[in-house]
């Protein structure tokens, strides 16, 4: 019991103030890459548009809805949905704003999924509920400002939990290619999917047009190996949280690889990595929310502004679709999270490998390396 | 929440994750994949890449003035993300002589939003026939791959007047 308890508590110190700049994170993000109302799959009010007889839902509780309702619906969903991601990033009424931004992504996406395709965005709409339960709300809030009882405490759990559950679903995802049969040699799947993306479906930017020259066999194969292995092991990888955050670290260079040579975005799953960076010594360097924002009509102004802002004229990195036209169904919002989420993690690799070379050869007394504090 | 109750929670999601993995193997088998469920992309399918054959949909307007004109998929369904129209073409707008179904035909119950997607292309004339052009492409080998082959499947013929 002793190591079960060790593993759920301790994996992963949290701090209100490294907590409450992940929050912050993961509104920015949804709000400016996800974007509800403007992003690819969250056009909610497009969906009121389409005939009654398309509704076609999933096995599952979107069964139990009579039939597809109309684009005021959605509109309220959206503006529900950016409502409470700006008041998930001020902090304000933070628990429940995270659970109902949970339960508006899960209503939306219910319905985007009832035309005949799903998407795999579960874990990035179940994150600020499992959140919720971390306190993420603690510090750099509108809730801590107004806050006269002492601070809520904080809990590292909830990250535990993530783990486990993003660990079983790339299980899945590695579990679902070993029994189609991926590993057969005399059969290149990775090749075949890209193949069929590059040419019937037209992605064919960034470096695609490349892969199409590589016909080895072996290439190919080992990719095929790589992922499955890298998928599978996941689930083996979220028992301890140095394996954890290798193969978080991985996996965003994996969702690199696929979007320069599928061209496939999974952006989404960015924010569920970003949990397990250590956060302990993050801090802001200016008071977040201002002081003059917890309260009264600026407070209201703000989050009416920003709900207004984002759900009517949406996120300005939507603007950089304008400078690139791609082939594919790319947005640059999801392009330049990726690459930025790729570069962090260089940085973040470089640094404890330079760390683990101080450790291990230590410099003569008198001499000193920059801590990674600055 | 207590040290306990968190514990307790931990148990039954190991417990969970396992079962609902299970039933969603089950139903997917029985009908199509359930939602919420936690899973993630599997690409289960393996193609061969020297004999990639793949089912792809176009669409065909007829106008009342006897214009014709072909649309994509994309044009048609911009309300939907496009990695979706694939999922879409094949549970509502392929021919029951492919599907073996005719509940894949659902598109003739949005005739007036079909209506609404085409007449801006053509706004001189109303459009009185959709059809859905089913056809099997075939590629060459790498790494010169271009389309080689096309080979008519089907048509779904919707009556718009």
Same mark, same amino acid.
């Given at each position: 019991m002793d190591r079960f308890d060790r593993w759920i508590f301790d994996s992963f110190p949290v701090t209100p103030e490294g907590l409450g700049i992940y929050r912050i994170g993961y509104a920015l993000f949804t709000l400016l890459v996800v974007a509800p109302g403007h992003g690819a799959y969250t056009r909610f009010a497009d969906l009121g548009t389409l005939p009654e007889g398309f509704f076609l839902p999933p096995p599952g509780p979107m069964m139990l809805v009579p039939g597809l309702p109309g &684009?005021? *619906? *959605?509109? @309220? #969903? +959206?503006?529900?949905?950016?409502?409470?991601? +700006? $008041?998930?990033?001020?902090g304000y009424r933070t628990r429940l704003a995270s659970v109902l931004t949970t339960v508006l992504f899960l209503v939306g *996406? @219910? *319905?985007?999924?009832s035309f005949g395709k799903i998407n795999h965005t579960l874990l990035f709409a179940l994150v600020p509920l499992i959140m919720a339960a971390s306190n993420w709300g603690a510090a750099y809030s509108v809730d801590a400002l107004r806050r006269q009882n002492? $601070?809520? #405490? #904080?809990? @590292?759990? &909830?990250?535990?939990?993530l783990a486990l559950l993003l660990g079983f679903g790339m299980f899945t995802a590695g579990f679902t290619k070993l029994i189609g049969g991926w590993l057969d040699p005399s059969t290149q799947a990775a090749q075949g999917h890209f193949i069929r993306q590059f040419y019937t479906l037209g992605r064919q930017d960034f470096l695609a047009p490349v892969f199409t020259r590589i016909t080895s066999p072996v290439f190919w194969e080992s990719l095929d190996w790589a992922t499955v292995c890298f998928e599978m092991g996941f689930l083996a990888a979220v028992l301890h949280p140095r394996t954890t955050r290798l193969f978080a670290a991985l996996a965003v260079g994996f969702h690199n690889a696929t979007l320069l040579m599928l061209n496939i975005s999974f952006a989404v799953n960015l924010p569920v990595y970003a949990a397990f960076l250590d956060g302990t010594r993050w801090r802001l360097p200016v008071p977040f929310p201002p002081e003059r924002l917890a309260r009264g009509w600026a407070l209201g102004g703000s989050l009416l502004a920003g709900t207004a802002f984002f759900t009517w004229i949406g996120s300005p990195l939507s603007w950089l679709d304008g400078l690139v036209s791609f082939s594919s169904d790319l947005t640059m919002a999801e392009v330049v999270a990726q690459l930025t989420a790729l570069g962090l993690v260089l940085a973040l690799g470089a640094q404890a490998w330079r760390r683990r070379r101080v450790s291990r050869h230590p410099l003569p007394d008198g001499t000193s390396v920059p801590s990674s504090d600055g | 929440m207590s040290r306990l109750a968190v514990r307790r929670l931990f148990v039954a999601v190991l417990i969970l994750l396992p079962l609902q993995y299970a039933l969603v193997g089950v139903v997917g088998l029985r009908w199509s994949e359930p939602w919420p469920a936690l899973v993630m992309p599997g690409f289960q399918r393996v193609y061969t890449p020297d004999a990639l054959r793949e089912q792809a949909a176009r669409f065909e307007v007829t106008y009342a003035d006897g214009h014709r004109l072909s649309l994509t998929a994309a044009a048609m369904l911009h309300a939907l993300p496009r990695s979706h129209h694939g999922g879409v073409l094949n549970r509502q707008f392929r021919p029951a002589g492919l599907s073996g179904t005719p509940a894949t035909e659902r598109a003739r119950e949005g005739r007036d939003w079909l209506i609404r997607q085409v007449q801006p292309y053509h706004p001189e004339a109303d459009p009185i026939r959709l059809d859905v052009i089913w056809e099997e492409v075939r590629f060459h080998p790498l790494p010169d791959a271009p389309v080689v082959e096309r080979h008519p499947l089907d048509t779904l013929s919707i009556d718009l007047r």
């Amino acid at each position: 019991m002793d190591r079960f308890d060790r593993w759920i508590f301790d994996s992963f110190p949290v701090t209100p103030e490294g907590l409450g700049i992940y929050r912050i994170g993961y509104a920015l993000f949804t709000l400016l890459v996800v974007a509800p109302g403007h992003g690819a799959y969250t056009r909610f009010a497009d969906l009121g548009t389409l005939p009654e007889g398309f509704f076609l839902p999933p096995p599952g509780p979107m069964m139990l809805v009579p039939g597809l309702p109309g &684009p005021l *619906f *959605f509109q @309220g #969903v +959206v503006l529900l949905l950016n409502l409470c991601l +700006v $008041a998930l990033l001020l902090g304000y009424r933070t628990r429940l704003a995270s659970v109902l931004t949970t339960v508006l992504f899960l209503v939306g *996406f @219910g *319905f985007s999924y009832s035309f005949g395709k799903i998407n795999h965005t579960l874990l990035f709409a179940l994150v600020p509920l499992i959140m919720a339960a971390s306190n993420w709300g603690a510090a750099y809030s509108v809730d801590a400002l107004r806050r006269q009882n002492p $601070a809520p #405490v #904080v809990a @590292g759990w &909830p990250i535990t939990l993530l783990a486990l559950l993003l660990g079983f679903g790339m299980f899945t995802a590695g579990f679902t290619k070993l029994i189609g049969g991926w590993l057969d040699p005399s059969t290149q799947a990775a090749q075949g999917h890209f193949i069929r993306q590059f040419y019937t479906l037209g992605r064919q930017d960034f470096l695609a047009p490349v892969f199409t020259r590589i016909t080895s066999p072996v290439f190919w194969e080992s990719l095929d190996w790589a992922t499955v292995c890298f998928e599978m092991g996941f689930l083996a990888a979220v028992l301890h949280p140095r394996t954890t955050r290798l193969f978080a670290a991985l996996a965003v260079g994996f969702h690199n690889a696929t979007l320069l040579m599928l061209n496939i975005s999974f952006a989404v799953n960015l924010p569920v990595y970003a949990a397990f960076l250590d956060g302990t010594r993050w801090r802001l360097p200016v008071p977040f929310p201002p002081e003059r924002l917890a309260r009264g009509w600026a407070l209201g102004g703000s989050l009416l502004a920003g709900t207004a802002f984002f759900t009517w004229i949406g996120s300005p990195l939507s603007w950089l679709d304008g400078l690139v036209s791609f082939s594919s169904d790319l947005t640059m919002a999801e392009v330049v999270a990726q690459l930025t989420a790729l570069g962090l993690v260089l940085a973040l690799g470089a640094q404890a490998w330079r760390r683990r070379r101080v450790s291990r050869h230590p410099l003569p007394d008198g001499t000193s390396v920059p801590s990674s504090d600055g | 929440m207590s040290r306990l109750a968190v514990r307790r929670l931990f148990v039954a999601v190991l417990i969970l994750l396992p079962l609902q993995y299970a039933l969603v193997g089950v139903v997917g088998l029985r009908w199509s994949e359930p939602w919420p469920a936690l899973v993630m992309p599997g690409f289960q399918r393996v193609y061969t890449p020297d004999a990639l054959r793949e089912q792809a949909a176009r669409f065909e307007v007829t106008y009342a003035d006897g214009h014709r004109l072909s649309l994509t998929a994309a044009a048609m369904l911009h309300a939907l993300p496009r990695s979706h129209h694939g999922g879409v073409l094949n549970r509502q707008f392929r021919p029951a002589g492919l599907s073996g179904t005719p509940a894949t035909e659902r598109a003739r119950e949005g005739r007036d939003w079909l209506i609404r997607q085409v007449q801006p292309y053509h706004p001189e004339a109303d459009p009185i026939r959709l059809d859905v052009i089913w056809e099997e492409v075939r590629f060459h080998p790498l790494p010169d791959a271009p389309v080689v082959e096309r080979h008519p499947l089907d048509t779904l013929s919707i009556d718009l007047r």
